[in-house]
């Protein structure tokens, strides 16, 4: 177990539909990131937050491509008008303490756009 | 842009033999690195890491190797088990935080009965 769920696990939407993926880490007031998994590929960075503060969203895909961390606590990540280019796995991850050293990544939410 | 590379894409091994997955990464300011296993429909899960200041480092039946003056990594994987069956990624990052970890694509790990 490493700390992060991921909910829904998986997703298949229609292109032009909005989706939106959940992440509950363990502990608060941590380190949380956002990353992007196509097929056969490594994962891919796309933003992260220090407590609630969204430290870094330029590496976001495209401005359709946004998330939040009300509080500090869990994480969402919302897809507007998704394309079937976003068909991917979508993985939170955290980390200990103040963010240096291993990701602790969750099961992912996969996303399938029709 | 600088980049963590693969050497082989799959590699198949016989049960109990010793596995050797390799990495090529190109930046040179990386100072730590570590190999993930991602089985099938989970996410990736640590295995070993290693800063720049070592060249190897040993595990619970595996073992990383570090050559700084090639930039290469290798994972060792000692008497390889039917569980070790996924797809291995190492990753780099200069300076330990996870907005800067730089995957490559992975090698998928195959073990033969």
């Known amino acids: 177990d490493t700390g992060v769920s991921q909910d829904p696990r998986h997703k298949i939407t229609k292109r032009g539909q909005n989706v939106t993926f959940r992440c509950d880490p363990i502990?608060?007031?941590?380190?949380l990131y956002w990353y992007r998994q196509t097929l056969g590929q490594g994962p891919e960075f796309l933003t992260y937050?220090?407590?609630?503060?969204?430290?870094?969203k330029s590496r976001l895909l495209s401005d359709r491509f946004s998330a939040e961390r009300p509080k500090g606590s869990f994480s969402t990540l919302e897809i507007q008008r998704t394309e079937q280019g976003d068909s991917a796995m979508y993985l939170c991850?955290?980390?200990?303490?103040?963010?240096?050293?291993?990701?602790?990544f969750g099961e992912g939410s996969r996303l399938t756009v029709l | 842009g600088e980049s963590v590379g693969l050497h082989l894409p799959t590699l198949s091994v016989q049960e109990g033999d010793n596995s050797i997955i390799n990495c090529a990464y190109s930046n040179s300011a990386s100072d730590y690195f570590i190999w993930y296993k991602q089985e099938s429909g989970k996410g990736p899960q640590f295995i070993i890491d290693i800063r720049s200041n070592m060249d190897k480092r040993q595990g619970q039946r595996v073992t990383v190797l570090l050559n700084k003056t090639v930039k290469h990594l290798s994972l060792q994987i000692a008497a390889t088990q039917p569980g070790d069956s996924a797809v291995y990624f190492c990753a780099e990052t200069r300076d330990n935080y996870g907005q800067n970890f730089v995957f490559g694509p992975g090698t998928r790990l195959s073990v033969l009965p």
């Open positions: 502990s608060e007031h941590n380190r």
């Open positions: 991850a955290r980390t200990e303490g103040q963010g240096a050293g291993e990701l602790f």
């Open positions: 937050f220090q407590n609630e503060a969204q430290l870094e």
